[in-house]
């Protein structure tokens, strides 16, 4: 046996660390008020769905989980700077990104 397969990470620990990730960001996600935070927390939640499908992946040796991946981190970049832009619109038009003092039907 090869010190290489001796060193391999069991699948399980790829997924315990992803559904630890994804508990973090759906905490993050009800517990906090600032929309930067509550960003961030989407972004760690898609993350750990990344994590799993590269584990599954690489466990069944199929490429199709990773080209998967490549997908939703295009369109996690994507989400990112439209979601910074209208962050930043919000936050020039209220002066704060708390989600509790956010009213968007008022002028």
């Known amino acids: 046996m090869n010190s290489l397969a001796a060193a391999q990470v069991p699948v ?6 992803a559904a630890m990730l994804f508990s973090v960001g759906v905490a993050a996600f009800l517990i906090k008020r600032n929309l930067i935070t509550i960003f961030m927390s989407i972004e ?3 993350n750990a769905v990344n994590l799993t499908f590269v584990a599954f992946a690489h466990m069944w040796h199929q490429v ?3 080209i998967f991946v490549f997908f939703v981190m295009v369109v996690a970049a994507a989400e990112a700077a439209v979601g910074l832009a209208i962050i930043i619109a919000i936050f020039r038009t209220r002066q704060t990104l708390n989600v509790d003092q956010i009213d968007l039907m008022k002028s």
């Open 12 to 17: 399980a620990a790829y997924l315990i660390l």
């Open 44 to 46: 760690l939640m898609l």
């Open 64 to 66: 199709s989980g990773q």
